[in-house]
C-alpha cells in the first residue's frame, strides 16, 4: 500500500488523466471527496492537499481536456470550505476529553498537539496559516472546535484560507503545469511541493525539540 502511495503521489499527473477517461463527469465528485475528506476528517491527514490541486490545474490546462477550470474552482473552494466546517463542528462536539484519549489506529494525539501548539501561536489566523501545513491544516480546525473558537471568527478565517489555498495552487498548475520544463519533470515538481510544505512542520519539529531540551549543566571554572 506504501508503494502505491509512493506512485499516485509520484505519477499524480498520469492516474488523474486515467481517472478523467475512466470516471468522466463523476472525477469532478471524487475531487471534491478527496479534498473535503482532507480538511474535514481527522482520518484522512495522508490525502493530497496541494499536489492535487496543482496537478488538478495543470489537467485542466492541458490541450483536449474536457475539464472546467470555472466548475473546478468553485467545486474545490466548496469542498474546502464546507470541509474545515465540518471538522470544527466534530472538533466542538467531542470536547477537550479527546485529549485524554490514548493513540488509535485514527488519531495521535502528537498530531493534535502540535495543531494545538500551531493555534495557540497563531490565534485566529492559524486557520489561514494552517491551509500551508500538510496534517496541521487537517486537525487546526478540530482543534479550533475543541477550543470553543467563536464560530464567526473561524469561519472568516475558514473562507479566507480555503479561497486563497484553493485558488493559488489550482491556478498556479493552470498557468505554469504545462510549461514544457515543469512536464517534462512533473514529479519532481510534486515533491518539491510537498518538501516545501513539510518544512513549516520541521521548523516547528525543531523549535520544540529545542525548548524541550534540559539545560546544559553549568560547569566550575576553578581547578
Wanted: proline fraction near 5%; aromatic fraction near 14%.
Amino acid at each position: 500500500m506504501i508503494h502505491q502511495l509512493i506512485d499516485l503521489f509520484l505519477h499524480l499527473d498520469q492516474h488523474l488523466t486515467q481517472a478523467v477517461n475512466t470516471l468522466g463527469s463523476w472525477f469532478y465528485g471524487v475531487l471534491f471527496l478527496v479534498i473535503f475528506c482532507e480538511t474535514g476528517l481527522v482520518v484522512t491527514p495522508f490525502l493530497p492537499g496541494d499536489s492535487l490541486l496543482f496537478a488538478v490545474g495543470a489537467l485542466a490546462a492541458a490541450e483536449g481536456s474536457t475539464l472546467s477550470m470555472p466548475l473546478l474552482a468553485v467545486l474545490l473552494l466548496v469542498a474546502a470550505i464546507s470541509g474545515d466546517a465540518v471538522n470544527y463542528a466534530i472538533g466542538h462536539a467531542v470536547g477537550p476529553r479527546i485529549f485524554k484519549r490514548e493513540d488509535t489506529w485514527w488519531l495521535h494525539r502528537k498530531h493534535l498537539l502540535r495543531a494545538q501548539t500551531f493555534y495557540e501561536r497563531y490565534g485566529g489566523k492559524a486557520i489561514f496559516l494552517s491551509r500551508f501545513v500538510p496534517i496541521v491544516r487537517t486537525f487546526a480546525p478540530f482543534v479550533a472546535g475543541i477550543g470553543r473558537m467563536p464560530y464567526r471568527r473561524f469561519a472568516v478565517w475558514n473562507v479566507l484560507g480555503g479561497l486563497v489555498w484553493v485558488e493559488t495552487f489550482l491556478f498556479a498548475g493552470y498557468f505554469f503545469g504545462n510549461q514544457p520544463v515543469i512536464k517534462r519533470n512533473f514529479h519532481y515538481v510534486i515533491v518539491a511541493i510537498i518538501v516545501i510544505s513539510l518544512v513549516p512542520i520541521v521548523v516547528e519539529a525543531l523549535r520544540a525539540r529545542r525548548q524541550a531540551a534540559p539545560a546544559a549543566p553549568e560547569t566550575n571554572g576553578s581547578a
